[in-house]
């Protein structure tokens, strides 16, 4: 049965990117390793404000990062409870700590924020140059005028929170207009931080189009625009160089004989996208990058395989669009990831909610680490990797004792203690 009849039946499977190229016959983008390097000197520029803003950060020197750790605990169990049979290492990469946000946006969305930050100082001569002190950005006077513009945003929940934070920290007037999916504690959390807070009965994408409408009718006003913003999508891919160190620091080869699987929740494509355009930059042939939609909002799948990009949406093939996965509800990908991943991407998982919980139990009882459930999609790839084709076809089985998987945890710190707790028992 062709890919896109199986969407329609709502059933969980794998898709495999047959456009993906070797790297070395990639032809150029229209964002390279060039704007990447750029993002992560920008970030550094910016780190005496981070830490200035954000004491947490401190001992990162300001630097927004998140641990790379090893989940033995929970290889043995996914390979004793699912036969997901399971090799080589296994890790998961805590985005769902990172600071300032508690989840991936915390990478793109305050990126984007720091980006216009930049641009709006040097042209209003807050700063003179970007060799200027950026502890400038903190006075009064650069508050105020912070304060006379405005920040907006669509979002399902954690895009918000990280707009909203930082946009709220620097000075600015944030306002997030929220889709129906978003959670009542984000948007009690982004008020208490000074943030505006529009709520919608519609959909993601209903929030968004408001948002940008509003936005642009307002010359004081900047909209951070999920679906095509480069911006975003560069903070994202300096998760690459970052997930290099972290690797080298743990002692973990990648190469031809060492090949590292990536599994990453998608929503938009944005922060996937990102970070796997960063790793292929690094890892070239030797990483493959996986993402994991839910069965009712596969949208990625749908404009990659039906080569319709954004043109698209989950609707158009009767889905509802509607999941547990709060952070992974979009009906349209962003174009901007489907152009950026056509060569790049291995492949797609799909997954039904209640596996959502499941792993999210199997995750905490083993290893006593705790993620919300958009998260814990990305379970899903290691558990399924071994079943389908690409092992064989695309990666010489003898190679997977050698294999490093990483699961990426998207979202979860913020997550308040009673809502983990109704997590940790539901059943769907
Ligand atoms: C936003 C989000 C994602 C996916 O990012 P997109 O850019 O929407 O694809 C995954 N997990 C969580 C928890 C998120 O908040």
Same mark, same amino acid.
């Given at each position: 049965?062709?890919?896109?009849?199986?969407?329609?039946?709502?059933?969980?499977?794998?898709?495999?990117?047959?456009?993906?190229?070797?790297?070395?016959?990639?032809?150029?983008?229209?964002?390279?390793?060039?704007?990447?390097?750029?993002?992560?000197?920008?970030?550094?520029?910016?780190?005496?404000?981070?830490?200035?803003?954000?004491? %947490?950060?401190?001992?990162?020197?300001?630097?927004?990062?998140?641990?790379?750790?090893?989940? #033995?605990?929970?290889?043995?169990?996914?390979?004793?409870?699912?036969?997901?049979?399971?090799?080589?290492?296994?890790?998961?990469?805590?985005?769902?700590?990172?600071?300032?946000?508690?989840?991936?946006? +915390?990478?793109?969305?305050?990126? %984007?924020?720091?980006?216009?930050?930049?641009?709006?100082?040097?042209?209003?001569?807050?700063?003179?140059?970007?060799?200027?002190?950026?502890?400038?950005?903190?006075?009064?006077?650069?508050?105020?005028?912070?304060?006379?513009?405005?920040?907006?945003?669509?979002?399902?929940?954690?895009?918000?929170?990280?707009?909203?934070?930082?946009?709220?920290?620097?000075?600015?007037?944030?306002?997030?207009?929220?889709?129906?999916?978003?959670?009542?504690?984000?948007?009690?959390?982004?008020?208490?931080?000074?943030?505006?807070?529009?709520?919608?009965?519609?959909?993601?994408?209903?929030?968004?189009?408001?948002?940008?409408?509003?936005?642009?009718?307002?010359?004081?006003?900047?909209?951070?625009?999920?679906?095509?913003?480069?911006?975003?999508?560069?903070?994202?891919?300096? +998760?690459?160089?970052?997930?290099?160190?972290?690797?080298?620091?743990?002692?973990?080869? /990648?190469?031809? %004989?060492?090949?590292?699987? /990536?599994?990453?929740?998608?929503?938009?494509?944005?922060?996937?996208?990102?970070?796997?355009?960063?790793?292929?930059?690094?890892?070239?042939?030797?990483?493959?990058?996986?993402?994991?939609?839910?069965?009712?909002?596969?949208?990625?799948?749908?404009?990659? +395989?039906?080569?319709?990009?954004?043109?698209?949406?989950?609707?158009?093939?009767?889905?509802?669009?509607?999941?547990?996965?709060?952070?992974?509800?979009?009906?349209?990908?962003?174009?901007?990831?489907?152009?950026?991943?056509? #060569?790049?991407?291995?492949?797609?998982?799909?997954?039904?909610?209640?596996?959502?919980?499941?792993?999210?139990?199997?995750?905490?009882?083993?290893?006593?680490?705790?993620? %919300?459930?958009?998260?814990?999609?990305?379970?899903?790839?290691?558990? +399924?990797?071994?079943?389908?084709?690409?092992?064989?076809?695309? /990666?010489?089985?003898?190679?997977?004792?050698?294999?490093?998987?990483?699961?990426?945890?998207?979202?979860?710190?913020?997550?308040?203690?009673?809502?983990?707790?109704?997590?940790?028992?539901?059943?769907?």
């Amino acid at each position: 049965m062709d890919t896109i009849e199986l969407v329609k039946q709502r059933a969980e499977l794998l898709w495999l990117n047959d456009e993906k190229k070797n790297i070395s016959k990639t032809e150029k983008q229209e964002l390279g390793a060039e704007e990447t390097a750029d993002a992560a000197e920008r970030l550094k520029r910016f780190a005496p404000v981070i830490s200035y803003y954000f004491p %947490e950060t401190q001992k990162n020197g300001g630097i927004i990062e998140s641990p790379l750790t090893e989940i #033995p605990k929970l290889k043995d169990r996914l390979n004793e409870k699912y036969t997901a049979d399971i090799k080589g290492r296994l890790f998961i990469k805590e985005d769902s700590n990172l600071q300032v946000a508690g989840s991936v946006k +915390a990478r793109g969305g305050i990126y %984007e924020v720091l980006k216009h930050t930049e641009d709006l100082a040097i042209e209003n001569g807050i700063l003179q140059s970007t060799s200027d002190d950026y502890l400038k950005l903190t006075t009064s006077e650069a508050r105020k005028y912070f304060g006379s513009c405005k920040i907006q945003v669509g979002s399902t929940g954690n895009l918000g929170m990280s707009i909203g934070i930082m946009s709220a920290a620097l000075g600015y007037e944030a306002i997030i207009h929220m889709s129906a999916d978003a959670k009542e504690w984000k948007k009690t959390l982004l008020r208490s931080k000074g943030a505006k807070v529009v709520e919608y009965n519609g959909d993601y994408g209903e929030a968004v189009k408001k948002g940008r409408a509003l936005s642009a009718a307002d010359s004081t006003s900047y909209f951070v625009d999920d679906e095509n913003s480069k911006d975003l999508f560069l903070g994202y891919a300096v +998760a690459g160089e970052r997930l290099q160190i972290q690797l080298k620091e743990a002692g973990i080869t /990648v190469d031809d %004989e060492h090949p590292l699987f /990536v599994y990453i929740p998608c929503g938009v494509g944005g922060a996937p996208g990102g970070i796997t355009f960063g790793l292929r930059q690094i890892f070239g042939d030797n990483v493959h990058c996986f993402f994991v939609e839910p069965t009712e909002a596969p949208c990625m799948l749908l404009g990659l +395989a039906t080569g319709k990009e954004n043109r698209i949406s989950v609707q158009d093939v009767g889905l509802s669009g509607k999941t547990h996965a709060d952070g992974l509800a979009c009906g349209s990908p962003s174009g901007l990831s489907c152009r950026m991943m056509r #060569p790049h991407l291995s492949g797609i998982f799909t997954i039904t909610d209640k596996w959502l919980y499941e792993y999210l139990r199997d995750l905490y009882e083993s290893e006593g680490i705790f993620i %919300e459930p958009s998260s814990c999609a990305a379970i899903r790839g290691v558990t +399924a990797i071994g079943k389908g084709k690409y092992i064989g076809n695309i /990666v010489n089985a003898e190679k997977m004792p050698n294999a490093t998987h990483i699961i990426w945890a998207t979202g979860g710190s913020f997550v308040p203690k009673e809502m983990r707790e109704e997590f940790l028992k539901l059943k769907i």
